[in-house]
């Protein structure tokens, strides 16, 4: 029997779309206005490789300037494509929207395997892609602030800014043009994790509320919460590491390319990675058994699935096998539009990417405005705050009598260093941004799931920009 064909993930945000717009009361117009990707870049350079020219394909896209400026990751994957790099901006409009971050959305996009490449090669490419952005004006920190993605990381970013900064010389801002940039080169502390810290943050909040819970057939809490993850990168890992340390939770099933583990005891995730570096993969995990096939990971037997490796992982032909009560959507796009109808029919909730992986963008929000403000977090206030706290402590002991031990003290009186703050706004936004999409769905009765919540709450934030821009009077 012939196989029915998967939409394309430019299409399943498509028709996620199109499903949450009946639901905005927004006029069409508007609606259009917002799904359209405003300005495409597809660019095709030279670099030499060895004693040869590659040719090398890229793009970035800025899908909406309804405010500056645009915000969004670079991929570098031999999957990249321009329809891929399109879905990518689209999602990120909607996740600046929902967790107020105040851009529009971007994305750029590669199309080289990572792994073929000697480091100085890759930073030439690297270089010579920002040539690009910066001749066509597609880079600034008011214009265009990429960031990492998928195969890339701090280091590339360090390039994006050497580069940048070369050719505009005394522009005062110009670290705010890229953010995820090593700590040392204007970066922030926690920018690493931030959306593994996010995905963290955000669960915590889903499984805090009993009667969603109940619903799921699960309690209420990470502590012994069952996890799946597919991707052991910046984003698998760092959602493993914290749900397990800080959540108590155990991850029971972990893949990667060479394939995918399976633990009921759970999987130490900082010794797998070791254990990784060590042996080049993840199989042969002492206390975990080889599944036959990396894909398996989707549908073992757990709490919570986290697909934090690329999209269309779960479709319309595996769907059904997903034993998972919680989807979440640590990637972008993995689960398709079909397999979302899926999943919903089967009561499994799903978390949408524009909200559970907004942590990275929102961590470079707070690197950006720490780059404009050239100076770090917690510098003014935090001797201030730890004296005025020592003092109330002392007074509270002179009135009654009482004295605490030192660890004690220090534990209360400590000011905030930037990290501190760095995960603080963090938490506060995953929560609050999730109280909205949450109360959304409980508005509108006919709304089926989370991503069409989501995206109503973000619609209704970008019309509301362009409605005050009075575009759309
Ligand atoms: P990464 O390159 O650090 O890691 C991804 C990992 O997934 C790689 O190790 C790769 O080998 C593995 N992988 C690829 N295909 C796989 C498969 N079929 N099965 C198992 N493993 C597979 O990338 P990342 O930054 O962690 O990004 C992962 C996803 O999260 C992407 O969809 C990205 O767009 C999204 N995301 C990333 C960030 C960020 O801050 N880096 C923020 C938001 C969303």
């Not at 819970?213 to 993850?229: D, F, R, V, Y």
């Not at 042996?279 to 995990?285: E, H, Q």
């Not at 769907?319 to 979440?328: D, E, P, T």
């Not at 603080?424 to 089926?448: D, F, H, N, V």
């Amino acid at each position: 029997m012939a196989k029915t064909r998967e939409v394309s993930f430019l299409d399943s945000v498509s028709q996620n779309f199109d499903k949450a717009a009946p639901h905005t009361g927004l006029p069409d117009g508007l609606l259009q206005q917002i799904k359209v990707c405003n300005s495409v870049y597809q660019m095709r350079f030279p670099v030499k490789i060895g004693s040869e020219y590659q040719v090398i394909e890229a793009y970035r896209v800025q899908h909406s300037h309804h405010r500056l400026p645009t915000k969004g990751g670079i991929r570098y994957s031999q999957k990249v494509d321009q329809e891929e790099v399109m879905a990518l901006a689209s999602l990120m409009t909607y996740k600046c929207a929902l967790v107020d971050v105040p851009f529009g959305g971007a994305k750029g996009g590669v199309k080289i395997s990572p792994r073929d490449y000697t480091t100085a090669q890759l930073q030439k490419i690297t270089r010579r892609y920002t040539t690009e952005l910066i001749r066509k004006n597609f880079i600034g920190p008011g214009i265009d602030v990429p960031a990492p993605d998928y195969g890339t990381g701090s280091r590339e970013m360090a390039w994006i800014l050497d580069t940048y900064q070369t050719f505009k010389g005394g522009e005062i801002d110009s670290a705010g043009c890229v953010t995820g940039k090593p700590v040392s080169q204007n970066g922030i502390q926690g920018r690493t994790e931030a959306t593994g810290r996010g995905v963290y943050y955000a669960l915590k909040e889903i499984v805090s509320y009993k009667d969603d819970m109940a619903k799921l057939g699960l309690t209420t809490g990470m502590e012994g919460k069952t996890i799946a993850i597919q991707g052991l990168g910046n984003v698998g890992y760092h959602t493993g590491v914290i749900c397990q340390e800080e959540g108590g939770a155990t991850i029971v099933s972990v893949a990667e390319y060479e394939g995918a583990i399976y633990s009921k005891n759970g999987i130490d995730m900082k010794k797998l990675l070791k254990h990784r570096k060590s042996t080049g993969s993840i199989l042969n995990f002492p206390g975990a058994k080889n599944l036959k096939q990396r894909k398996e990971v989707l549908e073992v037997d757990c709490d919570i699935l986290i697909p934090a490796a690329l999209e269309n992982q779960i479709r319309k032909d595996n769907a059904k096998n997903v034993k998972a009560k919680i989807v979440a959507e640590a990637a972008n796009g993995p689960v398709t539009a079909d397999a979302q109808n899926i999943l919903t029919k089967k009561g499994i909730m799903v978390v949408p990417d524009m909200y559970i992986n907004a942590g990275g963008v929102t961590v470079s929000y707070f690197e950006w405005l720490k780059n404009l403000s050239h100076m770090r977090f917690g510098r003014m206030e935090k001797r201030f705050d730890q004296n005025t706290y020592n003092n109330l402590v002392s007074l509270v002991e002179r009135l009654t009598g009482h004295t605490i031990g030192k660890k004690e003290r220090s534990l209360i009186t400590k000011g905030a260093d930037e990290i501190d703050l760095v995960r603080s706004g963090l938490e506060e936004t995953m929560i609050t941004a999730y109280q909205q999409i949450r109360e959304t769905s409980k508005r509108k009765k006919k709304i089926e799931d989370m991503r069409t919540a989501a995206f109503v709450s973000a619609l209704g934030k970008v019309s509301s920009d362009y409605l005050n821009l009075g575009i759309f009077p």
